[in-house]
């Protein structure tokens, strides 16, 4: 499994209510959703990003409330993979409930900039920043994670058992 795009960067303590304001919960789709993703912070973010690009964010990102509407927007916003220094725990397990892969690397989160082109294997925990020309190492994926992140979900992991 790997992941390669342009990165998204933001700083420390991003909660769940940045990510997805608390105005657009009114709706279970995905989507819609999405298409207001990080807007209190970053009002071109939908506009700039792409199928497959990386979002890189510091300490305690996705702190907050324990919504999975947070990991959910970010996915369907067309974001591969999170990095950061380190994630809320909740966020982190509603990430990974929901097939949204997140590595947490404090080398990665200092070192890569705002535009860099990163690639992500996720089988070694490699990320490379091919911009600079560095790598960085992060916890690779367990096997069970790597299947929740590859069916897309966790109920769609289980559907296939």
Do not use: W
């Amino acid at each position: 499994m790997n992941a390669q795009g342009k990165v998204h960067k933001y700083g420390d303590n991003v909660d769940t209510d940045v990510i997805i304001p608390a105005r657009y919960l009114n709706t279970a789709d995905h989507k819609e959703l999405a298409s207001h993703c990080m807007e209190d912070i970053d009002k071109e973010f939908t506009s700039k990003v792409s199928k497959g690009d990386i979002m890189v964010g510091g300490a305690n990102f996705g702190c907050g409330s324990s919504r999975e509407h947070a990991p959910i927007a970010i996915k369907n916003s067309g974001i591969s993979c999170v990095i950061a220094k380190t994630f809320a725990r909740i966020f982190f397990r509603n990430s990974i409930n929901i097939g949204l892969a997140i590595l947490e690397c404090p080398e990665a989160s200092e070192k890569i900039e705002n535009g860099d082109s990163v690639s992500v294997d996720f089988d070694t925990g490699i990320i490379t920043n091919i911009t600079k020309n560095e790598s960085y190492q992060a916890e690779p994926f367990p096997d069970f994670v790597k299947e929740i992140i590859k069916a897309d979900g966790l109920m769609n992991s289980i559907r296939k058992q």
